[in-house]
């Protein structure tokens, strides 16, 4: 790509009844220092007013309206066919970018064409407190947010990670056309990961971009700690490790596995009392186990890069456990 070329972006912003929200998510966008963009607003049915909020302040945006809500991986999955761009924004409707967000973010796909997936400093709205610099993988194969609950200003050094972070993110369309957007059946939650990991086995690379700043109201569409949320979580978590770990790494750390899962339950089952909603998500997983199946083995025989290589840049489980525990992270 020639250096004085400006490619389109397309952003996709997908949202269920939170008008508010989207709005200043918008006007963030409209301050950006890089022009070049479209924006795309998946509406997931919502009966807020949303559609006659955007058609009346918003005309420019194109409006995808959803008869039913599809989550967050339908809505961006509809979302995608209406984009023209040469590189695929996503933005969380409960954020808000920072006006060189776009400028900043889009600068390493320009220096390596092997980066797929550039991520954002997510800062917790109102404050100091990172969400994520980038995603991780653990040898549980759990994602994790890199940094979550740290001082935003201890993450301030480019550098490469395994995955990015889908509240904020940046990806190159070739690389989705490659190896798939987001896989319908996840819904919500661990969609990313899910990609991240495709990406990576491909050999695509993922760069963490401090200077690309997002706020971010976390949890402010669907809730902290919901039934629903929870039982995504439990049912996707399948899902990733089922779908992608290669099988010699799968049976290495299979007790890492159980170990993740023995923790999942307390903390999500005993802690917070949502035991139905997480083993509803298991007995899930159960039921589409031969579809993940069947979507593995394509997975598996599509791997570009040295197994070695992806088991280095797993985080060893008990390791990570233990920093969680004691208030720290990656």
């Not at 006659?52 to 809505?75: A, S």
């Amino acid at each position: 790509m020639k250096k004085f070329e400006i490619p389109l972006i397309s952003i996709i912003i997908v949202t269920w009844n939170a008008k508010e929200l989207l709005k200043n998510c918008l006007i963030s966008l409209y301050n950006q220092t890089y022009k070049n963009f479209e924006i795309i607003v998946v509406d997931n049915a919502s009966k807020d007013n949303t559609v006659q909020m955007i058609e009346r302040e918003f005309p420019e945006v194109k409006l995808v309206r959803l008869n039913e809500n599809k989550g967050f991986t339908g809505g961006n999955i509809e979302g995608l066919k209406k984009t023209k761009g040469e590189f695929i924004a996503l933005l969380n409707n409960d954020a808000e970018a920072s006006p060189q967000w776009l400028e900043t973010l889009i600068k390493p796909m320009f220096e390596d064409e092997k980066v797929g997936i550039c991520t954002s400093k997510v800062i917790i709205k109102g404050t100091n407190i990172l969400d994520s610099a980038g995603s991780g993988l653990t040898t549980a194969f759990s994602g994790f947010k890199i940094g979550m609950g740290e001082k935003a200003d201890l993450y301030n050094e480019k550098r490469y990670v395994l995955g990015g972070y889908a509240c904020a993110c940046l990806y190159r369309k070739k690389m989705l056309d490659e190896i798939g957007f987001f896989d319908e059946d996840f819904v919500f939650n661990h969609e990313d990961t899910d990609l991240d990991f495709r990406a990576f086995l491909s050999g695509w690379k993922c760069v963490y971009v401090p200077d690309a700043i997002v706020e971010h109201r976390v949890s402010a569409t669907l809730g902290y700690m919901s039934a629903e949320s929870v039982y995504y979580f439990s049912r996707n978590s399948e899902f990733v490790w089922i779908k992608n770990a290669p099988t010699r790494l799968m049976l290495k750390y299979l007790h890492h596995r159980i170990l993740y899962e023995i923790a999942s339950f307390g903390y999500f089952g005993i802690i917070h009392r949502q035991w139905k909603a997480f083993l509803r998500g298991k007995w899930d997983a159960i039921k589409f186990l031969p579809k993940m199946v069947k979507k593995r083995e394509k997975i598996q025989t599509g791997i570009k890069i040295l197994e070695k290589d992806f088991e280095d840049k797993l985080t060893y489980f008990v390791k990570y456990l233990k920093e969680r525990l004691y208030g720290k992270n990656i």
